[in-house]
């Protein structure tokens, strides 16, 4: 079994593709309550398979994970990854993780050697590659990341702790507004590939 490191360089510098750790997703797994202790498992495209054990402390994370540089050995790796809280309009605390090297508050850190915010990790976004429902998806995807819940089509939504149930319905009504437009224009678009392949068969019994 792989550890973090072991897929490939091309594959992890997209950030939709990358290791990362979310906040809203700890959140929801742990509530971000100190002394809590869990392991998550990553799988690569390759197959290769990344354990992270991540051990919640007072405004702070303790991640422990294996790294390894080409044809070299397995080494353990440790890292403290600050928290921080800013109040929301109608009550409660957002939590943000901050990245160990320039410090900004983010929402996410991706994995590159270290944890550490998109911009320090230098992973870019592949959206000039995507077409439109790929870029669609990827839209709804990230307001699903402002409401903790997972990706995929019809996947449930629950309102956050301290979002307004206003903004929480607008935001749902969006994602599956993004979600079957995508839906609707893969279909076309492959209503239009099989169609001209089926020309061309046409063709080629008549001749």
């Known amino acids: 079994m792989g550890g973090c490191g072991s897929g490939r360089m091309g594959w992890r510098a997209k950030a939709e593709q990358a290791l990362k750790l979310n906040i809203n997703q700890l959140k929801k797994h742990c509530d971000l309550k100190p002394g809590y ?4 498992r990553w799988t690569w495209n390759s197959g290769e398979s990344s354990n992270i054990t991540i051990i919640t402390r007072e405004n702070a994370l303790e991640l422990s994970y294996r790294v390894r540089s080409s044809g ?3 080494q353990d790796r440790h890292q403290h990854v600050r928290l921080d809280y800013t109040e929301c ?3 409660g605390t957002r ?3 901050i990245c160990p090297q320039c410090f900004k508050r983010v929402g996410v ?10 911009h320090c990790s230098r992973v870019a976004y592949s959206s000039k590659s995507e077409n439109l429902p790929d870029r669609m998806l990827r839209k709804a995807n990230k307001m699903r990341d402002r409401l903790g819940a997972d ?4 996947k449930p939504m629950r309102r956050p702790k301290g979002m307004h149930w206003n903004k929480f319905w607008q935001l749902h009504e969006k994602i599956e507004m993004l979600e079957s ?8 678009m492959l209503r239009r590939s099989f169609g ?4 061309e068969l046409l063709d080629d019994w008549e001749v």
């Open 37 to 40: 202790s869990f392991t998550w």
């Open 72 to 74: 070299e050995d397995w």
């Open 89 to 91: 309009n109608f009550g």
């Open 95 to 97: 939590p943000w993780l």
């Open 109 to 118: 850190l991706y994995f590159r050697g270290l944890f550490l915010c998109r």
């Open 151 to 154: 990706y995929g089509l019809h």
């Open 181 to 188: 437009r995508a839906l609707m224009v893969r279909f076309r």
């Open 196 to 199: 001209d392949r089926y020309k």
